[in-house]
Nanobody
Framework: QLQLVESGGGLVQPGGSMRLSCSAS????????MGWFRQAPGKEREIVAD????????LYANSVKGRFTISRDNAKNTVYLQMNSLKPEDTAVYYC?????????????????????WGQGTQVTVSS
C-alpha cells in the first residue's frame, strides 16, 4: 500500500505562485511514476502533470505548460508541483496520484484508472 498526503494549497492572487507537496509512505515511492490531477467545481478531474520514477521525464497538460513544474525528491519520498503565473481558472482541488512506471509520451495517453493510489486532495483558490 502507498499513502499519499498533499499539502501547500490555499488562496493566492492571480499572477502569484504556489508550491504543492505530496508526501508518500508505505510502498517503494521511487519505483512509481507520479501525477498531479485537479478537479474544478462542476468539472471532471483532469491530468495536470506527470513525472517518471527518476524525474527525468515529465509531461504537462497544455493548459499549464510553461507555468507549472513537476519534480520529485526520492530521498524525501515527495513529489512537488510548482505553480507560477496562476490564473482564476487554475482554481480546483489538486490531487497527487501514483501509477506503475510505464512510459507514455503525452498526457493525452494518461487516464485516472492507470493510477492506483490517490491522496485526499488540497484546495487551491486563485482569486483577488
Amino acid at each position: 500500500q502507498l499513502q499519499l498526503v498533499e499539502s501547500g494549497g490555499g488562496l493566492v492572487q492571480p499572477g502569484g505562485s504556489m508550491r504543492l507537496s505530496c508526501s508518500a509512505s508505505g510502498r517503494t515511492f521511487s519505483s512509481l511514476a507520479m501525477g498531479w490531477f485537479r478537479q474544478a467545481p462542476g468539472k471532471e478531474r483532469e491530468i495536470v502533470a506527470d513525472i517518471n520514477w527518476s524525474g527525468g521525464m515529465t509531461l504537462y497538460a497544455n493548459s499549464v505548460k510553461g507555468r507549472f513544474t513537476i519534480s520529485r525528491d526520492n530521498a524525501k519520498n515527495t513529489v512537488y508541483l510548482q505553480m507560477n503565473s496562476l490564473k482564476p481558472e487554475d482554481t480546483a482541488v489538486y490531487y497527487c496520484a501514483a501509477r506503475p512506471n510505464i512510459y507514455y509520451s503525452s498526457t493525452y495517453s494518461l487516464r485516472e484508472s492507470m493510477y492506483s493510489y490517490w491522496g485526499q486532495g488540497t484546495q487551491v483558490t486563485v482569486s483577488s
